[in-house]
C-alpha cells in the first residue's frame, strides 16, 4: 500500500508540474490526461468538455485510445457520461455483467469494453467536463482503488487549471468524406504473416487538415495507401461519400484514384522528359473536369518556371509542381507522404505554405509525416502506433506554415 500511495503522490506531481509549465490550455489537459493514462494503465480515456457557450453539449476534447469521438457528443443526462456530470458522481462500471448504454456503445464501436471508470472533471470555480477511462491495457479491470485515484486525479488535474481558464470553441466538422471501420491489413512472406494495421477505425471530414504521425513501421504509410487506393485492407470496410470500396476491382480503383484523389509524393515523381506544363497537363487529360493547367501552377506560384523541365528547378520548385499536379485533377481529398522530407527548413516551409493555401481553399488533405512540428498546422492530428490509433488530438488554433521551427 505504501508504495502504491507512493506512485499516486508522485503521478499527482507529474499532473500538477505538465500543468503548470505547459504554455496553453490544450497542452495541460493534453499532457496531464497522459501521465493519468500512464498510472492507471487505461487502454483509452477521454476528455469530454461541456460547451456552455455554444450547444450545451459535452464534446470530446482530446483522446487516447484506438476510436475516433470527432463527431461525438452527449446531451446533459444522456448515457454514462451525460448522467456524471449532470449528478456531479462518478461511476465505475468495473465488470459488464450488463450491456453498455447505447450511446457510450456508439462512442466505441470496435472496441470491446471490459472496464469503465467515468469520473467529473470539475474544480472550485466551475464543472468543466468528464473525464472518461476504458480498459485496462493488461487486460484486467479497474479496481475500487484503482477508480478511488482516478477521480482523485481528475479533481487535481482540475484544480491545477486554475481560474478562468476557457476553453477554445469546438470544431466544427464538415461532411465524412470516408469512413474506415476495423481496417486491418497483413502481409504474407512465406510462412510468416506481418500485421501491419491492426483495427483502425476512421473520419475523414470535408476541409480538413489531418495529419497522421507515428514512427517508421507504425503504419501510417499503410494506411494512406489503403485510403488512396493504392493498396486494400485485409479486412474492415471503407467507404468514401457513403459507397463501399472495400473490395473493388483494380479497375474500380483505378478509376476511383483518378477521379476523386490528387497525390503529393516526397520523391515528386515528376516526368523528367516533360516540362512543368507538360507534367500537369498529361494528368489534366485523364479527367474529366480539370483545372486549367496554367492555373494550378499559377497557384503555387511557378508561372515563370511552366517551361522549365524537372531537372532545371529546385526540390521545392519541384514539390510545388507536385501539388499543382495534385490540384489540376480538381480532387475532392489530396494525399501527401512525407511531402517536405527531402527539403531543408526554409524551401519546406515555402511548400507548406502552398499547402496551407490549398485547404483553405476547401479541399481535404491528409498527410502522413514523421515531423512533430507540422502537426501544428492540422485541424486534427491522429497518432499512431503498432498498426493502432494511438491519440487523436484536434487543434482549435491551427498554426500557420510561417509560424513552425525545427
Known amino acids: 500500500m505504501e508504495s502504491s500511495m507512493f ?89 459488464f455483467r450488463t450491456e453498455l448504454d447505447e450511446e457510450t456503445a456508439a462512442d466505441f464501436a470496435g472496441m ?20 472518461q477511462f476504458v480498459n485496462k491495457t493488461d487486460g484486467g479491470q479497474f479496481t475500487e482503488e484503482g477508480a478511488d485515484v482516478m477521480e482523485i486525479m481528475a479533481m487535481m488535474a482540475a484544480i ?11 470544431w466544427q466538422p464538415g461532411e465524412i468524406v470516408m469512413s474506415l471501420r476495423d481496417i486491418t491489413r497483413e502481409f504474407q512472406n512465406g510462412d510468416i504473416v506481418t500485421k501491419v494495421l491492426k483495427g483502425v477505425n476512421l473520419d475523414v471530414y470535408e476541409g480538413e487538415f489531418l495529419v497522421l504521425l507515428g514512427e517508421s513501421g507504425c503504419g501510417k504509410s499503410t494506411l494512406l495507401n489503403i485510403i488512396g487506393g493504392m493498396d486494400q485492407a485485409t479486412s474492415g470496410s471503407f467507404t468514401y461519400l457513403g459507397r463501399d470500396i472495400s473490395r473493388a476491382t483494380q479497375t474500380e480503383l483505378t478509376d476511383f484514384r483518378r477521379d476523386n484523389v490528387g497525390f503529393i509524393f516526397q520523391s515528386y515523381n515528376l516526368m523528367p522528359n516533360l516540362t512543368a506544363l507538360q507534367n500537369l497537363k498529361l494528368i489534366a487529360e485523364l479527367v474529366n473536369d480539370p483545372m486549367d493547367a496554367d492555373k494550378a501552377l499559377e497557384v503555387v506560384g511557378l508561372s515563370e518556371r511552366k517551361q522549365n ?40 516551409i515555402e511548400v507548406l505554405q502552398v499547402m496551407e493555401e490549398v485547404v483553405r481553399g476547401g479541399t481535404t488533405m491528409v498527410m502522413v509525416t514523421h515531423n512533430e512540428e507540422i502537426t501544428r498546422m492540422a485541424d486534427r492530428v491522429v497518432r499512431m502506433r ?21
Open 160 to 170: 491545477a487549471l486554475g481560474e478562468n481558464e476557457a476553453l477554445a470553441e469546438p
Open 309 to 348: 523541365y524537372p531537372s532545371q528547378m529546385s526540390g521545392g520548385q519541384q514539390q510545388r509542381v507536385s501539388i499543382a499536379r495534385a490540384l489540376v485533377k480538381n480532387p475532392r481529398i489530396i494525399l501527401a507522404d512525407e511531402p517536405t522530407a527531402a527539403l531543408d527548413y526554409a524551401t519546406s
Open 386 to 406: 503498432d498498426g493502432r490509433m494511438h491519440e487523436v488530438t484536434v487543434n482549435r488554433h491551427p498554426a500557420h506554415a510561417t509560424d513552425l521551427v525545427w
Open 7 to 95: 506512485g499516486y503522490f508522485k503521478t499527482i506531481g507529474e499532473v500538477q508540474g505538465v500543468i503548470s509549465n505547459a504554455t496553453t490550455l490544450d497542452e495541460a489537459l493534453q499532457g496531464g490526461l497522459k501521465a493519468i493514462v500512464e498510472h492507471v494503465g487505461a487502454e483509452s480515456a477521454v476528455i469530454w468538455y461541456i460547451d456552455k457557450a455554444g450547444d450545451g453539449k459535452l464534446h470530446p476534447y482530446f483522446w487516447i485510445g484506438p476510436i475516433d469521438l470527432t463527431s461525438r457528443s452527449h446531451e446533459m443526462g444522456n448515457g454514462t457520461v451525460g448522467r456524471v456530470y449532470l449528478s456531479q458522481k462518478a461511476e465505475r462500471l468495473l465488470n
Open 112 to 131: 470491446e469494453v471490459t472496464s469503465m471508470v467515468c469520473v467529473p472533471f470539475s474544480n472550485q470555480f466551475e464543472d468543466l467536463g468528464v473525464i
